[in-house]
């Protein structure tokens, strides 16, 4: 039972720690690839992307999944607009999904074993 709980507790760190480490970037592609067309004026696919942050992964799950099935499927960026590359595309949907998951993830640490 203490390994089970152990073991959870560093997956929930490295998830955690995964999430925060590529968030600063991640969160610039967004506002650099996104944000022109997926924004609180055009609202391109009837959703914006100013104003979004960390906490709204799991508030906001229907557009992360929409999200995350655009880039994966190559429908974002649309063709002829600037992209990141595939490497990058792929490397946001993944921070996306760790993301979310660790947004689900209601794990409270063992403080005592």
């Known amino acids: 039972?203490?390994?089970?709980?152990?073991?959870?507790?560093?997956?929930?760190?490295?998830?955690?720690?995964t999430?925060?480490?590529?968030?600063?970037?991640?969160?610039?592609?967004?506002?650099?690839?996104?944000?022109?067309?997926?924004?609180?004026?055009?609202?391109?696919?009837?959703?914006s992307f100013e104003g979004l942050r960390t906490d709204s992964f799991?508030?906001?799950?229907?557009?992360?999944?929409?999200?995350?099935?655009?880039?994966?499927g190559g429908f974002m960026p649309p063709p002829g607009e600037?992209?990141?590359g595939r490497e990058r595309i792929d490397q946001l949907a993944g921070w996306i999904e760790t993301s979310r998951a660790v947004s689900y993830t209601h794990l409270t640490l063992p403080t005592k074993v």
Request: proline residues 3%; negative net charge; hydrophobic residues 40%.
């Open 1 to 17: 039972m203490i390994v089970l709980a152990v073991t959870a507790a560093l997956s929930y760190r490295f998830l955690f720690d």
């Open 19 to 47: 999430v925060e480490t590529g968030s600063t970037e991640q969160w610039a592609t967004i506002d650099r690839y996104c944000t022109d067309c997926h924004n609180s004026a055009e609202q391109a696919g009837g959703f």
């Open 58 to 72: 799991e508030h906001d799950a229907a557009l992360w999944e929409t999200a995350i099935r655009k880039l994966r």
């Open 82 to 84: 600037p992209s990141p």
